[in-house]
């Protein structure tokens, strides 16, 4: 009889429990048992074998309808002590596990891969990839789990701020969630009809200037402002804060730190630090507005999956048992093209970190382009068209030359 263990690790995406539902189901229809471990690796790590119980069909009647996850989740990672990793494998095999459904992000895939290799081939793993910041290395078009319902809730939350914002003549900078890439703020930006939205990857390589990015929202409100609006919503992917220039971060007194001075990026009020910011630019070219800065992230992980990831969640469920069943081994499960594809660990991996590579924003992508199209923001050509130009001129006082030199 084959024993399956399934395992949640990193932060909660809608859809984690599609997959332990569906995945619970399939294994039991072949006899197998299947083992439902608590809080990732937490406890495993210690040889503590009281947090994980068998599940059987009752267990998951229904919960793909829910958020969340009902085995817990944790960042607990095996891999940084060899001797904790050698106990979940040795808790594993305690368990009577010989596959493993893997259900998590990057550090979840990469734990995943590191238990099986150490488990010498006697503890076949799959990993469903998950996470709301559709960055794992999924062919192209091909989302995460959990990120179709996180857009379509952060969406939801966005048209109430532009709604708010246009009854009251004010400005949000929300920051979403997406600390590698822009996934999240473009798709829920773009869907909510945002004024504009700022990812790191449409930014040169390398630091990304504060001054940049405040300047470029300057611009937006400024021209939003001649046109007779003057209020909406600014999206910021999370990841530009990571890319900031820490020489100009240096010069601003209340930014948290460590005991060495240096700014903890961790802890860094990104929307905060923008609206001040740009609030003093507008201040130099008199105009004076309401912005309010908000961030959207928590609220998206545990929210009831939409129908996309419910159905989504389910195929990769039982596609994970059946590869597993069928002599797959240390791969990531994918549906493509309405079938369930293996891709294997190795191929995900990026050869200079060995870590699981991270899908960046194609700025190049129909949906960027199109997303930047519909957006306001202040182009070169406006600086040469002679009507906007006086618009702009009445409502900041700066002449052609200054406002050239000021948003160009």
Known sequence: MSTFGIVVGGGPAPGINGVIGAATRAARRTGARVIGIHQGFQWLMEGNLEHSR?????????????????????????????????????????????????????????????????????????????????????????????????RSVASTLLATLLEDARTTERWYITVLMG?????????????????????????????????????????????????????????????????????????????????????????????????????KGLSQVGIKTTIVAKDIGYELRCASPNAFDQ????????????????????????????????????????????RTRVRLLNTQSLAFQTARKLQTRLDPADLDHAEQVARLMAVTGLDQQALKARYS
Do not use: W
């Open 54 to 150: 068998e599940i059987d069909d009752d267990a998951v009647t229904d919960i793909h309808h829910r958020g969340g996850s009902i085995l817990g989740t944790s960042r607990a990672n095996p891999t940084r002590n060899p001797d904790h990793l050698q106990q979940v494998v040795e808790s594993l095999e305690r368990l009577g596990i010989d596959h493993l459904v893997s259900i998590g992000g990057d550090d979840t895939c990469s734990s995943a891969r590191r238990v099986g290799e150490a488990a010498s081939g006697e503890i076949r793993v799959a990993h469903v990839p998950k996470t709301i910041d559709n960055d794992l290395p999924l062919p192209e078009g091909i989302p995460t789990f959990g990120y179709e319902t996180a």
């Open 311 to 354: 159905e989504y969640t389910r195929d990769l469920g039982v596609g994970a048992v059946e590869l597993l069943l069928a002599g797959q081994n240390n791969v990531m499960v994918t549906r493509q093209m309405d079938q369930i594809v293996p891709i294997p660990f190795e191929d995900i991996l990026d050869a200079e970190t060995g």
């Open 179 to 279: 600390r590698n890439a822009g996934h999240l703020a473009l798709g829920a930006g773009q869907s909510a009809g945002a004024t504009a939205m700022l990812v790191a990857e449409e930014f040169p390589e390398g630091p990304i200037g504060l001054t940049s990015v405040a300047q470029t929202i300057e611009a937006t409100i400024v021209k939003r402002t001649a046109e007779g609006q003057p209020h909406g919503v600014i999206v910021l992917a999370e990841g530009i804060g990571d890319r900031l220039d820490p020489g100009e971060l240096a010069e601003l007194s209340d930014l948290p730190r460590d005991d060495h001075g240096h700014v903890r990026l961790a802890e860094l009020p990104l929307g905060r630090l923008v609206r001040d910011q740009v609030q």
